[in-house]
């Protein structure tokens, strides 16, 4: 390896000590192309794209000076946060617990890891990260509002509330703790107090965009919480404008769906028969795909199925995104999908396993649950890849999925994109719910339906039927909570006929949704 000259290196080091980046760039891009290899070159480099807003470039560099310095615990940590940001929390988790592993010392190490793993709502570990970096600095505020948010999300709001009052003695302006103390005197039903505490905060000059947007979300919580829907509303649509800045784009998303639709609808009866595929070796004894709109209830119904001991569940990593954006893009790509042979096909399946291997899921002789966010547009891919699968489709009064979602925007924003408003999120509805309509009365996969009312008003009914349906026993001992609380996903506050609340807000999306109300029943 031709090494750069000491001089050179620390030149470099000068520069970033000055954040002057793009000088920084501009020498190692010029030591590179000079025949120059150093990690460093490539850090820098990585710093630079971060900077630019361009993390999957940035990614691929700390990649470069990661195989250079494979034990070099700054290029992992700041690996592990590009990958962060860019949702792929699995790749994440495994390159920030590296760096834990090589510094078991390093206070800041462990919050990282914490942090990444209550984003990816991964909450049983994160706190146990998190444990580790309080044991070694108790006074890091920013560790203890963590913790307090990973409290809350597994729904004990007192201990979420007496880890962020600590937090806010040693930063008052915290934007976590901030925020889950106020959760925790709404749950209370201390409105008026988390609404004081909220204005206060969000009166704070040069407030980040993520601060207010959890601030705003809260208030409007407060407001429908004491019967003041519009205001409620307006808060709601105040605080989705604001997520236009963060979300993962979804321009073309509504599109893409109206493409795939259109050429569902002309079809042949081939598109989809599923293609024979091999065993796969140590596979699990039932393959079960959860699918359903965001809000449904997908993502509850599956946490409850996974506490039986004979599932594994597969949950927040999109397995099937790389093959959805190659295949079901627009009508080119659903040409060249349609006329995959058996090798292609047995191709875009082994990546699929190969992601449930990289996540550490134990399989064998299990039944492995996908319940993915975004499984209900990929149902084509699933239709056609996986012979012995079997499809749960969650359902729920479509006006209250709409009312949820517009209130819950931030949990469902990397699934519906900038569908922000009551308008945009009735239509991708409806594009999915013709997607799910398409593959019940086409799909040759066995297919079942749990409707959500039916979950929340008698789970031991819709449990054992669903468990009859994928091959598992029932015994109610099997899903009881394993000694620990888990996360409510937002559902606790919420009720049967929560749309009425916004029902002239709703009503003009009912063409949209009349099929689907018919369809399911509802009144």
Known sequence: MNTPPPQLLGEIAEVVGRSDFARANAIATKALREGFVHPALFNVQAMWHERNDRDPEAVELFRRAETLAPEDPAILNALGLCLARLKRFAEAVAALRKATVIRPGHAPGHYRLGHTLWQANRFPEAEQALKKALALEPQMAVALSCMAAVRAGLGDMPAAGSHARRALQ???????????????????????????????????????????????????????????????YEVYALRNGLLASRVIPGEGLARQLQTLNNFLDRASSSFWRTAAAAPIESGPSCHVFVVGFPRTGSEMFAQILGRHPAVALQSGHDLLAQAAGEYLADEAALQRFDHLDAAQLAGEREKYWTGIRANGLAIASKVLIDASPSNAMRLPLIAKLFADARVVVMQREPRDVIASCFAELPRV????????????????????????????????????????????????????ATCEFIGLEWERRQFERRGTHESDFGYGSERAGMWRDWAAEISPTLPLLQNWLDEGGYR
């Not at 302006?173 to 005197?185: G, H, I, K, M, Q």
């Not at 569908?419 to 997607?435: C, E, H, T, V």
Request: charged residues 20%; aromatic residues 2%; hydrophobic residues 45%.
């Open 170 to 232: 040693l930063n008052p302006n915290d934007p976590l703790a901030v925020s889950v103390v106020a959760a925790t005197e709404i749950s209370e039903g201390k409105t008026d107090t988390a609404m004081g505490r909220l204005d206060t905060f969000l009166s704070v000059t040069g407030l980040p965009t993520q601060a207010r947007v959890m601030a705003l979300g809260l208030k409007a919580q407060a407001l429908r919480s004491q019967g003041r829907a519009k205001e409620s």
């Open 413 to 464: 924003a990397d699934v519906i994109g900038d569908a922000l408003g009551i308008a945009p999120i009735a239509s991708l509805f409806d594009q999915i719910a013709r997607i799910v309509h398409a593959a019940r009365n086409r799909m040759t996969l066995p297919m079942t339906a749990v409707r959500y009312e039916n979950l929340i008003a008698d789970p031991e009914g819709s449990l054992s």
